[in-house]
């Protein structure tokens, strides 16, 4: 049985068909094919699935597609605007805030929404606020770098 699914992903109005049970996750990277939002744990512990829903950073293993209905989403690929990236993901580039790259989609859509929340953060805040969002690579050095990096609209001294 499949259930009718009407949402917006980065900007563009989407409908399908979904089986009830599909995780958000799942809809975006097999029948959007946007693959940038990854599936790391199944258990929202990790972050690497992090998405913008109507606004607001979720983890988009932890809930189902049909949750979505009627919502607006940005991946990883909604960011960047006319080809040119979005700052935190220049950020990430200009100061290395990454490794093998896994969990670098899920730090940065975590990190734009914390800069929106709170946009004069102290590293600390920083760390606290990418707490759900795990990275097995770094010593996180480097992302916190980028976030204040982005946080300061400064040039590149990585």
Known sequence: ???????????????????????????????LQLTGTHVGCDTAQCGACTIHLNGRAVKSCSMLAVQAQGATITTIEGLAQNGTMHPMQEAFRECHGLQCGFCTPGMVMASVQLLKDKPDATEDEIREGLDGNICRCTGYQNIVKAVKFCQSGAKATA
């Open 1 to 31: 049985m499949s259930v009718p699914l009407s949402l917006t992903v980065n900007g563009k109005a989407v409908s399908a068909s979904v089986d009830p049970r599909t995780l958000l996750v799942q809809f975006i990277r097999e029948q």
